[in-house]
């Protein structure tokens, strides 16, 4: 158990596409998954963290709506999410995000708000589940790590929508 170093912007690691996870059973996996949940919970009001941010490109990520600053009416609390995919959506809507991998911004960010993901858990078994609102963005944000893209990538503009975030 431990609490990992987050890389920050630029660093090209970031820009990696995650390898999917194919040993659930491996100590090295099942220890990465729990030093993410401990990297997520060290930091004040962090709702996800992905493999990626921490410099493991595999298709993993953890995310937890109840350390929102905010109430959140409806989510599934902490969630180890493995090899995701998003298989139906709906609906788009803008709201500002932020990410410990930039830490002096935040962005608007459009987003789908209803969706239905597939993913594995931490033991390799297929979950399926729906998603909305704030628990729907937080798990695109996460997804997009996995990617190798962040929110800055997808602000309408750099200009208007970008906002430095006061500490
Ligand atoms: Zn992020």
């Excluded at 820009?15 to 659930?24: C, H, I, K, T």
Aim: negative net charge; contains cysteine; aromatic residues 6%.
């Amino acid at each position: 158990m431990a609490v990992l170093p987050i890389l920050t912007y630029p660093d090209p690691r970031l820009r990696l596409e995650a390898a999917p996870v194919a040993d659930f059973a491996e100590p090295s996996f099942q220890g990465l998954v729990d030093d993410l949940i401990d990297t997520m919970n060290h930091a004040p009001w962090c709702v996800g963290v992905a493999a990626p941010q921490v410099g493991e490109s595999v298709q993993l990520l953890v995310i937890d709506c109840d350390r929102s600053r905010k109430k959140i009416p409806l989510h599934h609390g902490l969630l180890v999410v493995v090899n995701p995919a998003i298989l139906a959506w709906q609906g788009m809507a803008i709201a500002r995000e932020g990410c410990l991998s930039l830490p002096q911004y935040t962005g608007n960010v459009a987003r789908a708000v209803d969706m239905n993901v597939q993913f594995q858990d931490r033991h390799g078994v297929t979950q399926t589940m729906d998603m909305a609102d704030f628990e729907a963005r937080v798990l695109q944000h996460e997804m997009d790590h996995l990617e190798g893209k962040l929110f800055v990538d997808r602000v309408v503009s750099r200009r208007s929508d970008l906002f430095p975030r006061r500490h």
